[in-house]
């Protein structure tokens, strides 16, 4: 198969999302959506694809070295570009709609899928599946603040282990006091160059910060004694970090300020941040840099707002990768997703099968969540189900049950079963699952 037909099937695949994914996506999208309408983020959908000659400021300013944007030419002649990104595309939207006539700050969540290519030359398409926040029109550090804390209370309401999560978060610099920042930071390593690996003599041409967290021990000896961004924030800057940490401490949401945190290429400057999982807490604050899974990530895109707008704007905005926090949870956990029912519902015979499906209504109705398996005859697969999806309870309905309006109520693990009036199924699971 030619190599252009492997990277779209790839692409394909990578956009579906089977049942087991698609509930644990709708899960986290559930918890996401319900603080973030409680801090008054509005939901806001945004096209899959954009006019390239909008984004061409973002091109040209160097946003998109870290993530390539992927340009499709169309037959017409006319190029679109794949969203790049959730955020990017709430602010095209926010200057498209002139949302700027509603009160500020506005504040909106987002879902949806980004493409990218991570090297100009390779044809692979990179998808992922995104969902997060963005705050417009408010220049204080309350929005990335309530950002990371929306973030971080989501992770928590999806079941997440949150001993071993931590915010990570870094002040690079704003346009005022970046600039002698690197200026320092390129004096010292332009006199060690030649100590350094290849690959960070390669980076220190264009992305010199990525030298701070080459494993190379060469590289570790030369960058122990390199200028620290902090050390050049201007009195804007400063203040700014110093409000953002006193509100974290606030809402007791753990962080490490580290100064080897850098985005260079990204559309996220000025402040950023990125909420980790690792084992190993004290081995992250140790090494810093790029230790950790990293589950979601955000902070200031002022700068790429105003490329993008033609016009100052204050936005800030957090990310979820929900790939991410999927493979974190899979590794720890097994199975996640599917909510494993506490009833389950088994017949014998057509009688009871048609009967079953009433049962099942009833059952909503009354707010018991039950699966079944009315494709099946044999009364002993329907039973093995109910034990692989652990199941506390399994209700039997043979002929004799739906003639009799009766039905079998059996526990699971001991085997103890008891038989009554179905009109009273309902107020008997809810008494026996309190228990």
């Known amino acids: 198969m030619p190599k252009t037909k492997l990277v779209l ?9 089977v049942p087991q994914y698609e509930q644990f996506l709708e899960k986290l999208r559930k918890s996401l959506r319900s603080l973030a309408e409680f801090y008054g983020f509005e939901p806001m959908a945004t096209a899959p694809f954009e006019d390239v000659r909008v984004f061409y400021p973002l091109m040209k300013a160097g946003f998109f070295e870290e993530r390539i944007p992927v340009i499709c030419k169309m037959r017409t002649g006319s190029e679109v570009l794949l969203r790049p990104s959730g955020a990017l595309g709430a602010v095209r939207a926010y200057t498209t709609h002139k ?3 509603l009160p500020s700050p506005l504040k909106v969540s987002f879902s949806g899928d980004s493409f990218f290519q991570a090297q100009k030359r390779d044809e692979k398409i990179t998808s992922l599946k995104e969902c997060g926040l963005v705050m417009i029109g408010e220049e204080g550090p309350v ?22 999560l931590q915010v990570r978060l870094n002040a690079t610099g704003c346009q005022i006091c970046r600039p002698y920042f690197r200026s320092a930071f390129g004096t010292y390593f332009r006199s ?6 290849k690959n960070c003599k390669r980076f220190f041409k264009r992305t010199p910060t990525k030298i701070l967290v080459c494993e190379d021990e060469k ?4 960058s122990r004694s390199a200028p620290p961004v902090l050390d050049f924030l201007c009195a804007l800057c400063k203040k700014h970090l110093k409000g953002l940490l006193e509100f974290l401490d606030e809402v007791s949401v753990p962080y490490f300020l580290d100064p080897k945190l850098f985005r260079e290429g990204s559309w996220f400057n000025s402040f950023i941040f990125e909420v980790v999982a690792v084992k190993d807490l004290n081995e992250l604050n140790k090494n810093g840099g790029d230790a950790g899974w990293v589950l979601a990530e955000g902070g200031l895109l002022s700068r790429a707002a105003e490329a993008l707008s033609g016009k100052k704007l204050d936005v800030a905005a957090g990310v979820i990768s929900l790939e991410a926090v ?7 956990s097994g199975l996640v997703g599917i909510e494993k029912p506490k009833v389950f519902l088994a017949h014998l015979g057509e009688l009871a099968k048609r009967r079953g499906l009433f049962l099942l209504e009833g059952l909503r109705a009354g707010g018991i969540e039950v699966r079944e398996s009315l494709g099946r005859d044999a009364i002993k697969s329907q039973l093995k ?7 506390e309870i399994a209700l039997i309905l043979g002929q004799k049950e739906a003639l009799d309006n009766t039905i079998i109520v059996r526990e699971v693990a001991s085997g103890a079963q008891e038989t009554i009036p179905q009109e009273k199924l309902v107020e008997f699971l809810k008494k026996k699952l309190k228990k």
Not at 192 to 197: I, K, N, T, V
């Open 9 to 17: 099937k790839e692409l394909i695949a990578n956009l579906d999302s």
């Open 99 to 101: 949302l700027s006539e």
């Open 143 to 164: 929005a990335e603040a309530e950002i990371i804390q929306v973030i971080w209370k989501s992770l928590g309401g999806i079941g997440m282990d949150m001993k071993n």
């Open 192 to 197: 060690r160059a030649q100590r350094l690996c």
């Open 219 to 222: 590289c570790k000896i030369v």
């Open 326 to 332: 999927y493979g974190l949870l899979s590794a720890e």
């Open 385 to 391: 189900v109910a034990e692989r999806l652990e199941a």
